[in-house]
């Protein structure tokens, strides 16, 4: 058994303290910012019903100036899912529309980073293998150049060449219009053929970190001296270049990796906004747009909420893959 | 003693950004069969690089730059990689450094002393995981180990599955980097007599590499000493514990508190090794040298070969005298 | 004026390689046309006059967008407020995070121990969350606080890899020998360590750089940036609310991308060749 107490303590206190500090920040920022949370919150002019107003200014506490006891308020009503009311998706609550766009977003997000890690792995690890080569010196500059262009810009160029004059793929959305009509299979396939340009713009605007890091992290191992026993034990390359080298150069990154989800996310927020694909990102968007302020503070929770949780599962995989972790 | 390696004016030397480093100029010692041959320096004076050179592990820049290493009558200077692989290991193995990271972290013992075997022998199969097991033995380590990843043992203890995945093949010439340097005075002890039993038991031969002189004196048949990548004195035990030649080696010996007798005045060796981009003329280990004359800095010094070993310097003529006797004599 | 010119040396040999050079070059491009930009651009900013949809020619060398305005002219005024919001955001980060880092790696203890804690959070909250929340709830926008607002949050990184270069400058004799001749803690952090690091503040200053060029496109095309002030990133979402791509308008969408795109690639050349150089000079693979 990998595990030990003391480490799962700590990582489970830790995502603890990560959730609490981000949902007081959902409560403290807006009113340090300036921003009026009771309109905010409860705008009459949004929400147009004096009874809705009143109701949601009395379940957060915003009839009562005490910032503790509107704190108390908005803690318990997080308790019980209640994030308030989109203004412009009325009377849908915040909670439900997140809801309805997270599956999108993670689906996009977490299928792009994995094949991004493991496309970044292997031309990392070719490249650190054969360092200074043509292979290598190449995928750097092409890594370097990547890591300085936004998300939103390769998205647009995406759709410019494949979508609009390759025809190869939708211009946006998530689903074809008529998918109701559609058979299970038929449904499955619109979304893969939606979600693949979405995807491929993820993996390629996040590649070049995972190649950097990958490369980097074997250049350090490849110096180790179990790596020069290793070829003096006679052992093939293949097997010195995964077994030990590759292995080893994984490790260290893997933290890295869920940590980069932080990163992904706040790219797939602008990119989904060029493919108009209905997650986390268009919706904050639209929120912004619409000054859908209960939604923006929601979206920015979900996102937070996401992140920790991510971050918490990659904590608790560690052990398992190396043996180093959780044992001292 | 018939002899086992033999290695004729090796040289290796790696291009810095200041120009060609000559880490090891014109080397050549031969060493018998069972024998344990010690190679001695300060650090830097090439000794370790000459080892890696001679089982072509040199890490770039560094390159061999001339010279033949003749093991068991084979040329290995001539063999093609794919076949010096081969014989690395079942003729020829090493031990490293025993600093941390000679293993690796991520893979098991077992597997790590299997991959030696099956790299040389594909077929060995469930027969490899037997071995694996005797070889645990063979260096007093219980078989449960092998389930065991490195940093749950100790520092001795991965040493000593170092030694016995370096007895996998069961070679004929074992080189050793400073085996015991990072670990404690007791476990390096019980490693060395470890050493010496697996020794006296396969009778291999040893090119064993430190800085510790006394080890040394304890353990080898002979000795070389190594400076700014020169080999400049070959003795035998006998003769380096009754009175080396050379002043490099006769400084170094005085840089050792003795292990037995009375008590002495420590004495380094003034000044530092020197630049070798540039290394100074003719013996250079003249500016050091408290009996430098002035043919030291012009004419590098010839070997001199006789019945007490080999020495490198100007105050020996071909008698094997040095220049005081050699004028005492003539009056 | 001793530690100006130590700085200016090691920015002058901060240029290493020919990569170096090369993302020097990119610098200075980008620097003449943010200080020159009014004297470069064929017509005055947010000028709407012309024809929309003009394709490239030589009246209009990178056309015009729907709103008849010359997007070359519009470019070179972005140019200006990227940069700048790059550079300030930039060095705001800097400060931050080589205190953060400086203290914490120095001072060891429980002030790290608490500093890196802080850090650790919030380098899991995602930081354009953080930032999108910030912008929309201030009641109005503008370059300052875009700036302000970047520049606060984008310390975190940096802040670690100060720290761990601190701890190793830490053990080393000159720290050891202030000490004896009775230097405080500050005078030792600031004086004496400081400069030491500074190739690795630069580099760490170019990467952020880069970060805050980038974040600002990201806020702007999200609707975040100075409604009034035109950037890379407003250019592009303009492009992108207007369907530029339906209108084969490519000369709207490419140069504003290449431009954020080359202007990053520059420090981060730069970057790398500093890095590169110090590990070679010093032969740290710690960073």
């Known amino acids: 058994m990998r595990y030990n107490s003391v480490y799962l303590l700590k990582r489970l206190g830790f995502a603890f303290i990560t959730l609490y500090v981000a949902i007081t920040l959902n409560f403290l920022l807006p009113r340090l910012m300036g921003g009026d949370p009771a309109s905010a919150l409860a705008s009459e002019k949004a929400l147009g019903s004096q009874e809705v107003v009143k109701a949601l200014k009395a379940q957060f506490g915003l009839d009562n100036p005490s910032l503790l006891y509107q704190y108390a308020k908005y803690l318990n009503q997080l308790l019980h899912g209640n994030l308030g009311v989109s203004y412009a998706n009325y009377p849908s609550p915040v909670a439900d529309v997140m809801v309805k766009a997270l599956p999108?977003?993670?689906?996009?997000?977490?299928?792009?980073?994995?094949?991004?890690?493991?496309?970044?792995?292997?031309?990392?690890?070719?490249?650190?293998?054969?360092?200074?080569?043509?292979?290598?010196?190449?995928?750097?500059?092409?890594?370097?150049?990547?890591?300085?262009?936004?998300?939103?810009?390769?998205?647009?160029?995406?759709?410019?060449?494949?979508?609009?004059?390759?025809?190869?793929?939708?211009?946006?959305?998530?689903?074809?219009?008529?998918?109701?009509?559609?058979?299970?299979?038929?449904?499955?396939?619109?979304v893969l053929y939606?979600?693949?340009?979405?995807?491929?713009?993820?993996?390629?605007?996040?590649?070049?970190?995972?190649?950097?890091?990958?490369?980097?992290?074997?250049?350090?191992?490849?110096?180790?001296?179990?790596?020069?026993?290793?070829?003096?034990?006679?052992?093939?390359?293949?097997?010195?270049?995964?077994?030990?080298?590759a292995r080893n150069a994984l490790l260290p990154s893997f933290t890295g990796f869920m940590t980069s989800l932080g990163h992904v996310i706040g790219g797939a927020i602008t990119t989904e906004i060029v493919f108009s694909y209905p997650g986390v990102g268009l919706v904050t968007f639209n929120a912004i747009l619409n000054h859908d302020y209960p939604l923006i503070q929601g979206s920015f929770l979900f996102i937070a909420v996401s992140v920790i949780v991510c971050n918490l599962i990659a904590d608790l995989v560690y052990p398992l893959i190396d043996p180093r972790v959780a044992l001292n | 003693m018939s002899k086992l390696l033999q290695v004729q004016n090796l040289s290796i030397e790696y291009a810095s950004p200041r120009g060609v480093v000559k880490a090891v100029d014109n080397v050549s010692f031969s060493i018998?069969?069972?024998?344990?041959?010690?190679?001695?320096?300060?650090?830097?004076?090439?000794?370790?690089?000459?080892?890696?050179?001679?089982?072509?592990?040199?890490?770039?820049?560094?390159?061999?730059?001339?010279?033949?290493?003749?093991?068991?009558?084979?040329?290995?200077?001539?063999l093609p990689d794919e076949q010096f692989d081969k014989l690395r290991w079942s003729k020829m193995s090493i031990v490293l450094q025993s600093a941390m990271n000679n293993l690796n972290p991520v893979l098991k013992i077992r597997s790590q002393l299997m991959d030696a075997i099956v790299a040389h022998e594909p077929d060995a199969g469930k027969e490899a995981a037997k071995r694996a097991e005797q070889l645990m033995r063979l260096v007093d380590l219980p078989a449960d180990r092998l389930d065991s990843y490195p940093h749950e043992l100790s520092g001795g203890m991965r040493q000593r599955?170092?030694?016995?995945?370096?007895?996998?093949?069961?070679?004929?010439?074992?080189?050793?980097?400073?085996?015991?340097?990072?670990?404690?005075?007791?476990?390096?002890?019980?490693?060395?007599?470890k050493i010496l039993e697996?020794?006296?038991?396969?009778?291999?031969?040893?090119?064993?590499?430190?800085?510790?002189?006394?080890?040394?004196?304890?353990?080898?048949?002979?000795?070389?000493?190594?400076?700014?990548?020169?080999?400049?004195?070959?003795?035998?035990?006998?003769?380096?514990?009754?009175?080396?030649?050379?002043?490099?080696?006769?400084?170094?010996?005085?840089?050792?508190?003795?292990?037995?007798?009375?008590?002495?005045?420590?004495?380094?060796?003034?000044?530092?090794?020197?630049?070798?981009?540039?290394?100074p003329g003719g013996c250079r280990f003249h500016p050091r040298c408290a009996r430098a004359m002035t043919q030291c800095s012009s004419r590098e010094p010839a070997v001199l070969a006789d019945e007490r070993g080999q020495v490198a310097c100007h105050l020996y003529n071909e008698e094997g005298l040095s220049v005081e006797q050699a004028s005492a004599a003539r009056e | 004026?001793?530690?100006?010119?130590?700085?200016?040396?090691?920015?002058?040999?901060?240029?290493?390689?020919?990569?170096?050079?090369?993302?020097?070059?990119?610098?200075?491009?980008?620097?003449?046309?943010a200080l020159f930009g009014s004297l470069l651009a064929p017509y005055p900013k947010n000028f709407i006059g012309f024809e929309s949809w003009l394709p490239p020619s030589f009246s209009h060398w990178l056309g015009t967008d729907s709103y008849g305005q010359d997007v070359l002219s519009q470019m070179i005024y972005g140019t200006r407020t990227s940069f700048w919001v790059g550079i300030i955001a930039g060095l705001i980060t800097t400060?931050?995070?080589?205190?953060?880092?400086?203290?914490?790696?120095?001072?060891?203890?429980?002030?790290?121990?608490?500093?890196?804690?802080?850090?650790?959070?919030?380098?899991?909250?995602?930081?354009?969350?953080?930032?999108?929340?910030?912008?929309?709830?201030?009641?109005?926008?503008?370059?300052?606080s875009t700036i302000l607002i970047i520049g606060c949050l984008s310390w975190l990184y940096m802040a670690r890899s100060i720290r761990s270069q601190t701890m190793s400058e830490r053990q080393s004799g000159y720290v050891e020998a202030a000490r004896t001749i009775g230097m405080n803690d500050a005078e030792i952090m600031f004086r004496e360590i400081l400069p030491n690091i500074v190739p690795v503040i630069l580099a760490n200053l170019v990467l952020v750089t880069t970060q805050a060029v980038l974040a600002e496109a990201g806020l702007s095309f999200l609707g975040l940036g100075d409604p009034t002030n035109v950037s890379w990133g407003t250019i592009l979402a303009l492009a992108?609310?207007?369907?530029?791509?339906?209108?084969?308008?490519?000369?709207?969408?490419?140069?504003?991308?290449?431009?954020?795109?080359?202007?990053?690639?520059?420090?981060?050349?730069?970057?790398?060749?500093?890095?590169?150089?110090?590990?070679?000079?010093?032969?740290?693979?710690?960073?």
């Not at chain 1, 179990?226 to 270049?241: E, N, T, V």
Request: glycine share 10%; charged share 15%; aromatic share 12%.
């Open chain 3, 240 to 287: 992108n609310a207007n369907n530029a791509v339906l209108f084969h308008a490519w000369w709207w969408i490419l140069p504003p991308g290449l431009a954020i795109a080359f202007f990053c690639f520059g420090f981060i050349l730069i970057g790398n060749g500093i890095l590169e150089k110090y590990r070679a000079n010093r032969g740290n693979a710690a960073l």
């Open chain 3, 95 to 144: 400060v931050i995070g080589v205190t953060v880092g400086v203290v914490s790696g120095f001072k060891g203890g429980w002030v790290e121990e608490s500093l890196m804690r802080v850090v650790d959070l919030f380098l899991i909250i995602p930081t354009l969350a953080l930032m999108i929340i910030l912008a929309s709830f201030l009641p109005s926008m503008g370059i300052v």
């Open chain 2, 32 to 78: 018998g069969k069972g024998e344990i041959f010690g190679l001695a320096g300060e650090s830097g004076c090439g000794k370790s690089t000459t080892a890696f050179g001679i089982c072509r592990l040199l890490r770039p820049p560094a390159r061999l730059a001339g010279g033949s290493v003749v093991l068991d009558g084979i040329e290995l200077t001539e």
């Open chain 3, 1 to 33: 004026m001793k530690t100006i010119i130590r700085i200016a040396a090691a920015c002058w040999s901060a240029f290493p390689g020919k990569k170096g050079k090369l993302g020097f070059v990119i610098l200075v491009w980008f620097t003449v046309i």
């Open chain 2, 161 to 193: 599955v170092v030694i016995a995945m370096a007895m996998a093949m069961k070679p004929s010439l074992v080189i050793m980097d400073e085996p015991t340097t990072a670990l404690d005075v007791v476990v390096q002890n019980g490693i060395i007599r």
């Open chain 2, 198 to 279: 697996l020794q006296e038991q396969f009778g291999f031969s040893i090119l064993f590499i430190t800085h510790d002189l006394p080890l040394m004196l304890e353990m080898c048949d002979r000795i070389g000493i190594m400076y700014a990548g020169r080999l400049v004195e070959i003795a035998s035990r006998q003769e380096m514990k009754s009175g080396p030649r050379h002043p490099y080696t006769q400084g170094l010996l005085h840089s050792f508190p003795p292990l037995y007798g009375p008590k002495r005045r420590l004495e380094g060796i003034p000044g530092h090794p020197p630049d070798l981009i540039r290394p």
């Open chain 1, 104 to 190: 999108w977003t993670f689906g996009t997000v977490l299928t792009a980073t994995l094949l991004s890690y493991l496309v970044g792995w292997l031309i990392g690890i070719r490249g650190a293998w054969k360092a200074g080569s043509l292979f290598d010196n190449s995928t750097l500059f092409t890594a370097f150049f990547l890591n300085s262009v936004p998300f939103f810009w390769i998205a647009i160029i995406f759709i410019m060449i494949f979508s609009f004059y390759l025809e190869w793929f939708p211009l946006g959305q998530a689903i074809d219009p008529g998918i109701d009509s559609f058979s299970a299979l038929d449904k499955i396939k619109s």
């Open chain 1, 194 to 245: 939606h979600a693949f340009l979405p995807v491929f713009t993820l993996i390629i605007a996040t590649l070049a970190g995972h190649i950097l890091v990958l490369r980097n992290n074997l250049m350090r191992v490849l110096s180790e001296d179990y790596m020069l026993l290793a070829k003096a034990k006679g052992l093939s390359a293949a097997r010195r270049k995964y077994a030990y080298g």
